[in-house]
């Protein structure tokens, strides 16, 4: 088993910045990929950004990329979503997840997940 929980989330206004943190236990950090989903009210869960075991190699979404990157410190066991230029369309609940293997866009290859940190982007 592994335990994600995510935080950092909060209220900022369009143009501002957030980091989110996901803090990992339980299993071998190194041995998951990880991965970043939002799901707005109303609307499906969407792939945001994916990083491999080492970090060595990660994948943003092409409506966030530029404005997010994703990071990984395997000493600390967290994987982070810096969040640069927000929109109110970015607004979500964000998730982390851990993958062992399969596809990093999908979330049907995701094996765990934490409960999520609500991001509001004000106008």
């Known amino acids: 088993q592994v335990q994600l929980v995510e935080s950092g989330g909060g209220l900022v206004q369009a143009g501002g910045s957030l980091r989110l943190s996901c803090a990992a236990s339980?299993?071998?950090?190194?041995?998951?990929?990880m991965g970043w989903f939002r799901q707005a009210p109303g609307k499906e869960r969407e792939f945001v950004a994916a990083?491999?075991?080492?970090?060595?190699?990660?994948y943003t979404a092409d409506y966030v990329k530029g404005r997010f990157t994703i990071s990984r410190d395997n000493a600390k066991n967290t994987v982070y979503l810096q969040m640069n230029s927000l929109k109110p369309e970015d607004t979500a609940v964000y998730c982390c997840?851990?993958?062992?293997?399969?596809?990093?866009?999908?979330?049907?290859?995701?094996?765990?997940w934490g409960r999520g940190t609500q991001v509001t982007v004000s106008s």
């Open positions: 997840a851990a993958r062992y293997s399969g596809s990093y866009y999908l979330e049907s290859e995701y094996d765990y």
């Open positions: 339980g299993r071998t950090f190194t041995s998951y990929a």
């Open positions: 990083i491999s075991r080492s970090g060595g190699s990660a």
